[in-house]
């Protein structure tokens, strides 16, 4: 057993001493720009690798020099910690040993095998969940949900932060979309937004990227006596489906334009529309 824990030890040192010399010669922020160059899918898919790359090495660096103390630790004082080891394992066999007959072999068998799968489960779901959090880190963080905005895509994440910025706490939204923006609602309190919805999209439930494209109102469908009972601050036109996206209006907002700033592709234009403005509009008596 001492021998075994030697060799592991060993290499532990090792490991840990490599990662530690790794994750601090290189600087953060050269492999943020390394994975975010090597992200080919947009600019969303760029933030979320250089995020990712901040959290993995972020951590690599506490983690690594602790697994260096701790195995340095541990090797110092392997002589009496194989004796212990050796004595925890004797200690899970006897508690997972039901009897002595052929019939409780089979069972404690059965009983240490449930015990193996529960850890290697237990283990695996630990390592997604970690690896998961290290993904989302470029829009999360260590911020609250009132600013992090969890559970919605980058686009909502987006139009919820401009409209928050654009308009004041008590304005009054119409909102025109043709997606299902139930939770918007909750994100902009203590605004209050008002969103009909289309009667051939009433129980039909939106697909990913567009994939199952809903019937929305635009803002030629508005009826003037229906905006002036409702009264609104503001009208906000949000589409990201082919069918609604008129591309020479997309940049119709350059306040929308100049918020998304620095998520943009220099020169890229955002294949979604986002316009808000006041209502009525400027100008009008």
């Known amino acids: 057993m001492q021998r075994f824990l030697t060799i592991l030890l060993v290499l532990l040192l090792c490991g840990a001493a490599w990662l530690s010399f790794d994750a601090w010669w290189t600087p953060l922020d050269v492999r943020e720009q390394l994975a975010a160059t090597a992200a080919t899918d947009g600019p969303f898919a760029a933030a979320e690798a250089a995020g990712f790359a901040e959290a993995l090495w972020g951590t690599l660096r506490l983690a690594a020099p ?18 212990f080891l050796t004595s925890a394992g004797r200690g899970l066999l006897q508690a997972t040993t039901t009897d002595q007959s052929a019939g409780g072999a089979r069972l404690t068998w059965l009983v240490r095998g449930f015990v193996a799968v529960w850890a290697a489960i237990a283990v695996t779901q630990f390592g ?79 697909l990913a990227h567009g994939q199952r494209q809903l019937a929305a109102y635009t803002r030629d469908d508005l009826d003037p006596q229906y905006l002036a009972q409702l009264k609104p601050d503001y009208v906000l036109e949000y589409f990201e489906g082919e069918t609604y996206v008129d591309s020479a209006r997309v940049p119709e907002d350059s306040d929308w334009l100049r918020f998304l700033g620095h998520g943009q592709i220099p020169g890229e234009r955002p294949q979604i529309l986002v316009v808000l403005r006041p209502y009525p509009p400027e100008g009008t008596p």
Not at 67 to 80: D, G, N, P, T, Y
Not at 180 to 189: A, D, I, P, W
Request: aromatic residues 12%; proline residues 7%.
């Open 66 to 83: 602790l697994a260096f103390v701790v195995a340095s630790i541990a090797f110092l004082q392997r002589r009496r910690l194989a004796p």
């Open 128 to 206: 997604e969940s970690v690896v998961q959090r290290m993904r989302d880190w470029y829009a999360y963080r260590l911020y609250a949900g009132e600013t992090s905005l969890p559970n919605i895509s980058e686009t909502n994440r987006q139009v919820i932060r401009y409209v928050k910025s654009a308009t004041p706490e008590d304005a009054r939204i119409l909102v025109l979309s043709d997606q299902k923006l139930s939770f918007l609602s909750y994100y902009l309190l203590p605004r209050r937004l008002y969103h009909p919805l289309h009667p051939d999209s009433e129980f039909v439930i939106p």
